[in-house]
């Protein structure tokens, strides 16, 4: 790592590279990338995370089969290279670009610097995407028939805010199975009429 990027870097950082047990080689080649683009290296959610002016811009993670840079924006992206991936259906603003090898870092190390570039100029630009609304979620059919047939669950339903009714749905869609899908409805039943969220 050149002198100049080296003073840039965040001592929870080299903490956290210097116990990672699983691709290191990859996190220091995204790290220097993401030190060569002027932003600031802190440490959020337990992972490198790169900043503008206090402003997430790209997280590097590690996952059993890959490592990855995660630009929080990334939707707003223009990707020619067709190499951003998003996680989940459920994910609507982040978008990931996932790595195996070093080798791999090395040959997109001009790509990654432009995407970055990129996810500057969209923070720059005060870009921010576009989130679905709480309604424009499926609700699932069994907990319909719940919302139709329960007494006051309804109202207790809408009176939570979005992002605990997103939180609701999430979790109930998730499950495979109709059977499922009414368990985790009753155990969640009395939670909503506390006017509690998943994970209060």
């Not at 709480?134 to 719940?146: G, L, R, Y």
């Amino acid at each position: 790592m050149s002198k100049d990027t080296k003073t840039n870097t965040n001592p929870k950082v080299d903490a956290f590279l210097g116990g990672a047990k699983n691709w290191q080689a990859e996190f220091e080649k995204l790290r220097a990338i993401a030190l060569g683009c002027n932003l600031t290296e802190e440490l959020k959610w337990g992972q490198p995370c790169y900043t503008l002016d206090k402003t997430n811009i790209v997280l590097i993670h590690g996952f059993k089969e890959y490592c990855a840079f995660l630009f929080f924006k990334g939707a707003l992206i223009k990707d020619p290279k067709n190499i951003l991936v998003q996680q989940t259906d459920n994910v609507q603003a982040a978008r990931q670009i996932r790595f195996t090898s070093a080798e791999q870092i090395e040959k997109m190390k001009s790509t990654l610097k432009a995407y970055i570039r990129e996810a500057i100029e969209v923070e720059k630009a005060g870009l921010s995407v576009e989130f679905k609304k709480t309604e424009e979620f499926a609700v699932p059919e069994e907990f319909q028939k719940q919302l139709d047939e329960t007494p006051g669950l309804k109202d207790a339903f809408e009176a939570l805010t979005p992002g605990r009714q997103r939180g609701y749905l999430l979790h109930f869609s998730a499950a495979k199975q109709s059977k499922t899908r009414e368990a985790r409805i009753e155990k969640c039943i009395p939670m909503i009429f506390d006017g509690l969220g998943l994970n209060d």
